[in-house]
């Protein structure tokens, strides 16, 4: 069975520092991470995946096997960045995305 | 605009009665599907459809439940006799054909408040 587990509900950072959203994963199988972010009032959005190995909005997200974790990290934040982030995970050949809780981030001007 | 339209976008409806939410798909696509999301909760999977077949259905879809892809275009989904615990947002994602695989993208979801 695929879990994926967000320790931190509310997070506040102040603008310009660094920001770690953490992201666990438990899987049976060849898993696919994903971040995706809600702005206020927004659709659901594709922030990143573990494929890709890009950098979004100043965002990475580096896969670690051995940990189970796939934290989206940023080293500066913005005020734009306050949303809501959710991780998810997808098992080769499965239809199913997988969430975690999700963490509110929330950026302290 | 890259996704999907839903329709609608809040829906009150008092417990026992019938609600149909629809789903438009505006890209092309050969994955649609339908995610539930409570309030503190991220979105649980509920079906999905390629084409008009649906190919896989979660034990969250109770029978009071139903999901329909005619023609293999727009989707509805039908939720019968609603109850409290239905109150959610539900989602319509589809699959955009030529993105990388496994790319899903989401609508903005239909609100049901059930009282």
């Known amino acids: 069975a695929q879990r994926v587990t967000q320790p931190e509900k509310l997070l506040s950072v102040f603008k310009g520092a660094p920001v770690e959203l953490k992201c666990n994963y438990s899987?049976?199988?060849?898993?696919?991470l994903f971040w995706y972010v809600q702005y206020s009032r927004q659709r659901l959005q594709l922030l990143l995946r573990?494929?890709s190995r890009e950098s979004i909005k100043g965002f990475t997200a580096d896969l670690n096997k051995g940990e189970t974790s796939f934290h989206l990290k940023k080293p500066f934040a913005q005020e734009e960045d306050s949303a809501m982030y959710y991780c998810?995970?997808?098992?080769?050949?499965?239809?199913?995305?997988?969430f975690g809780t999700g963490t509110r981030l929330t950026i302290i001007p | 605009d890259t996704g999907v339209s839903q329709d609608p976008r809040h829906k009150i409806t008092k417990r026992g009665q019938n609600v149909t939410f629809r789903c438009d798909p505006i890209?092309?696509?050969?994955?649609l599907y339908w995610y539930r999301q409570t309030l503190g909760q991220g979105p649980e999977f509920l079906t999905y459809f390629q084409n008009e077949a649906q190919l896989e259905k979660s034990r969250l879809l109770s029978d009071r439940f139903s999901a329909e892809r005619p023609k293999g275009s727009f989707s509805t989904l039908e939720i019968q006799r609603t109850e409290q615990g239905d109150s959610a947002m539900y989602l319509c994602?589809?699959?955009?054909?030529?993105?990388?695989?496994?790319?899903?993208?989401f609508g903005e979801g239909s609100w049901l408040t059930v009282v």
């Open positions: 573990h494929i």
């Open positions: 994602a589809i699959k955009l054909i030529g993105a990388l695989a496994n790319t899903i993208y």
């Open positions: 998810a995970l997808i098992n080769f050949g499965n239809e199913k995305l997988t």
């Open positions: 899987y049976s199988g060849s898993p696919e």
């Open positions: 890209s092309e696509h050969n994955r």
